[in-house]
């Protein structure tokens, strides 16, 4: 997977406290591994948008979220290629600011359908989950108005910020989907994951090589799924 054109890398962050093993920081930017519906075997691109965890801080780029999950599905037989648009220590507002030159940078055209994994980062900054809500329903309906299939994976709060904050942060991704049923949810990407010292690196924040094909393997049949709308189009 190489880097789409005009997307370099990204330094960042700052982690806030603990929590259940929590996520983000520094450098990588998007690695390309395509999307759309390509015209050549009739390989389906999908764009995955997110921060470090999607960007495979701290792994190489062939042991990153989009890579590995491109790697199962094609071993399942499904004709993917997977365009890496992760950047280390985005929030819902970094995603929503860069979508519209982030689709119209892909150097194939839209993506035949998207996975957005946003949210890490706003949690360990503690930000109103009102923002959360209001940044990812502008990506939703951004990618909506362009007939995109969109899967949105969830994130939780750190325990540490609070059972009230967690509730409201679980629930603005909850009413995301309830007022968008078309969208496929997979509530949490980090579950099984998530404070296990064995599936996370020596940061205790980011998934490991074998964290991340846990990840792959737990959210496998929500992107199949999501991928069967795209199948279900094309009929």
Request: net charge neutral.
């Amino acid at each position: 997977m190489g880097i789409v054109p005009g997307y370099g890398r990204r330094g960042a962050l700052r982690h806030l406290g603990a929590g259940f093993g929590l996520l983000l920081a520094a450098r990588a930017g998007f690695r390309a591994g395509a999307a759309g519906a390509s015209e050549e075997g009739g390989e389906v691109r999908l764009l995955m948008l997110g921060d470090s965890l999607t960007a495979g801080y701290g792994l190489p780029p062939s042991h990153a979220l989009p890579a590995r999950l491109e790697a199962a599905l094609r071993a399942r037989g499904r004709p993917v290629r997977v365009i890496n648009a992760g950047v280390s220590g985005d929030t819902t507002a970094g995603g929503r600011a860069r979508l519209d030159w982030a689709l119209a940078d892909l150097p194939e055209g839209a993506p035949a359908a998207a996975v957005v994994a946003l949210g890490a980062n706003d949690a360990l900054r503690g930000l109103p989950a009102s923002e959360v809500y209001a940044n990812l329903a502008a990506i939703l309906d951004g990618l909506g108005r362009r007939g995109i299939p969109v899967l949105l994976a969830g994130m939780r709060a750190p325990p540490n910020l609070g059972p009230d904050y967690g509730r409201e942060f679980d629930e603005a991704y909850a009413r995301l989907v309830r007022e968008r049923p078309g969208t496929v949810f997979y509530p949490f990407l980090l579950e099984g994951v998530a404070a296990d010292p064995s599936l996370n690196q020596p940061d205790g924040i980011h998934p490991n090589a074998r964290g991340v094909e846990e990840i792959v393997r737990r959210m496998l049949p929500a992107v199949e799924a999501l991928l069967g709308r795209v199948d279900q189009r094309a009929e």
